[in-house]
């Protein structure tokens, strides 16, 4: 059974750094995209970047470029996203999900809270 | 970018009636592959999105067969042959033909 699972909500402050995780399970890691989808509260769903475990190859929607980095560790199937100073405008629920052609299985999503 | 726009915004069904959603992209969808990447995702409250179909018309699997997806070029369309209750929420479209993927903005599916 492919599955996706995240890691738990997160309370920062601004400026604060962070970085959360996607461990998939059940498929060849290595051979899939996985991409990251931000949701902020009430609104609907934005593309901010994939990377290909395999080798490494990582692409950024312009709106994210520069804002935050995609990374992932293949030895233990793991993908991540990160902050280095995180703000306000940055609280929202963060999915990964896994893309060949489309995204097929999505984790449950992190929270992400910014507030002073 | 590619905009991708569904209409409606919100779309109240009663259940057992039909109800359909449109999505249009600013460009064509057409892949050099010959493929066209669009898919529809569905959101229930407080889940993740999952996804109902790929490719415009292929079924994922476990999607029931009330839903059909249709279209070409810019224009497509998902069916819910007969709404219940449990298909309340918000689907999106979403193009992986270009580089940059994208989204729709979404459509609310509720129950009259």
């Known amino acids: 059974e492919v599955q996706l699972v995240q890691s738990g909500a997160e309370v920062k402050k601004p400026g604060e750094s962070l970085k959360i995780s996607c461990k998939g399970s059940?498929?060849?890691?290595?051979?899939?995209?996985i991409g990251w989808v931000r949701q902020m509260p009430g609104k609907g769903l934005e593309w901010m970047g994939i990377i290909y475990p395999g080798d490494s190859d990582t692409r950024y929607s312009p709106s994210f470029q520069g804002q935050v980095t995609i990374s992932a560790d293949k030895s233990i199937s793991t993908a991540y996203l990160q902050w280095s100073s995180l703000k306000a405008s940055d609280t929202a629920m963060y999915y990964c999900?896994?893309?060949?052609?489309?995204?097929?299985?999505w984790g449950q999503g992190t929270l992400v809270t910014v507030s002073s | 970018d590619i905009v991708m726009t569904q209409t409606p915004l919100s779309s109240p069904v009663t259940l057992g009636q039909p109800a359909s959603i449109s999505c249009r992209s600013s460009q064509s969808l057409v892949h050099s592959d010959g493929n066209t990447y669009l898919s529809w995702l569905q959101q229930r409250p407080g889940q993740p999105p999952r996804l109902l179909i790929y490719k415009i018309s292929n079924r994922f699997s476990g999607v029931p067969d009330r839903f059909s997806g249709s279209g070409a070029g810019t224009d497509f369309t998902l069916k819910i042959s007969r709404v219940e209750a449990e298909d309340v929420g918000v689907y999106y479209c979403m193009q992986a033909t270009h580089p940059a993927l994208t989204f729709g903005g979404g459509t609310k599916v509720e129950i009259k």
């Open positions: 059940g498929y060849s890691f290595t051979s899939y995209w």
């Open positions: 999900a896994r893309h060949l052609d489309e995204f097929d299985y």
